[in-house]
T-cell receptor, first 110, second 114 residues
Framework: DQQVKQNSPSLSVQEGRISILNCDYT??????FLWYKKYPAEGPTFLIS?????DKNEDGRFTVFLNKSAKHLSLHIVPSQPGDSAVYFC?????????FGAGTRLTVKP | DTGVSQNPRHKITKRGQNVTFRCDPI?????LYWYRQTLGQGPEFLTY????????KSRLLSDRFSAERPKGSFSTLEIQRTEQGDSAMYLC????????????FGPGTRLLVL
C-alpha cells in the first residue's frame, strides 16, 4: 500500500529557476512530514521538515508547503543550483511509522 | 564524524550464504531503524528498536531476517540463506523518540546476491 506518492519520477529545471517537487499522502494520521535528498551511493540526507500544525516552513532556499485538506505537500527550491541535482524523497510519519515516496530525480541544468 | 555509520558499505555474496550488517547510530539517539531500498523505490521500513527493545517488524521481514540491538547502542541485521531477491541497499537510521522526530540515515550497505 503506497501511503506516500511522488507522481513525478523526474524533473528538469534550469539553474536559477524554481524547482517544485510534489508529494501526496493518504493517511490522515500522519502529522510530521520530511524531505530527504539522496546522492548515488549515499544514504538519504535530511533536508527540511514540517509539522501538521503548520502550512509552511522555510530554510534558506528550501520551502516546504503543506495542504492538509488536500493531503499534499511540496518542496520549493529557489533559486535552483546544479548541486541540487539528486533524488528527493518525501516522507510522512506518525509517532511510530514513517513512509517514503518513491522519489523524484531532480536535474538542474547549468 | 558523529553521524550514523554502517559497515560494510558493500557486500557481494553467493545465494544461500548468511550475511550480517552493522549500524552504529548517533550516540544520543534511542531509536534505530532498518530500511531496505531497491532501485526506483523509496526506503521500505523493516524494523525498529527503541533502546534495546525491538518494537515493530514489517511483514517484509521474513524469518530469514533477524535484527538485534543488544545494549541499545549498535545494531546488527542478519540475513540467513540469502536469495537473489535480497539484493538491495540496506539503510539504517537513528532518531530521538518524540513528536517531530527526524530520522538521520547512514550511508547504507549495498548487498548483491549472486
Amino acid at each position: 500500500d503506497q501511503q506516500v506518492k511522488q507522481n513525478s519520477p523526474s524533473l528538469s529545471v534550469q539553474e536559477g529557476r524554481i524547482s517544485i517537487l510534489n508529494c501526496d499522502y493518504t493517511n490522515s494520521m500522519f502529522d510530521y512530514f520530511l524531505w530527504y535528498k539522496k546522492y548515488p551511493a549515499e544514504g538519504p540526507t535530511f533536508l527540511i521538515s514540517i509539522s501538521s500544525i503548520k502550512d509552511k516552513n522555510e530554510d534558506g532556499r528550501f520551502t516546504v508547503f503543506l495542504n492538509k485538506s488536500a493531503k499534499h505537500l511540496s518542496l520549493h527550491i529557489v533559486p535552483s543550483q546544479p548541486g541540487d541535482s539528486a533524488v528527493y524523497f518525501c516522507a510522512a510519519s506518525d509517532f511510530n511509522d514513517m513512509r517514503f515516496g518513491a522519489g523524484t530525480r531532480l536535474t538542474v541544468k547549468p | 564524524d558523529t553521524g550514523v555509520s554502517q559497515n560494510p558499505r558493500h557486500k557481494i555474496t553467493k545465494r544461500g550464504q548468511n550475511v550480517t550488517f552493522r549500524c552504529d547510530p548517533i550516540s544520543e539517539h534511542n531509536r534505530l531503524y532498518w530500511y531496505r531500498q531497491t532501485l526506483g523505490q523509496g526506503p521500505e521500513f523493516l524494523t525498529y528498536f527503541q533502546n534495546e527493545a525491538q518494537l515493530e517488524k514489517s511483514r517484509l521481514l521474513s524469518d530469514r531476517f533477524s535484527a538485534e540491538r543488544p545494549k541499545g547502542s549498535f545494531s546488527t541485521l542478519e540475513i540467513q540463506r540469502t536469495e537473489q531477491g535480497d539484493s538491495a541497499m540496506y539503510l539504517c537510521a537513528s532518531s530521538l523518540a518524540g513528536a517531530g522526530e527526524t530520522q538521520y540515515f547512514g550511508p547504507g550497505t549495498r548487498l548483491l546476491v549472486l
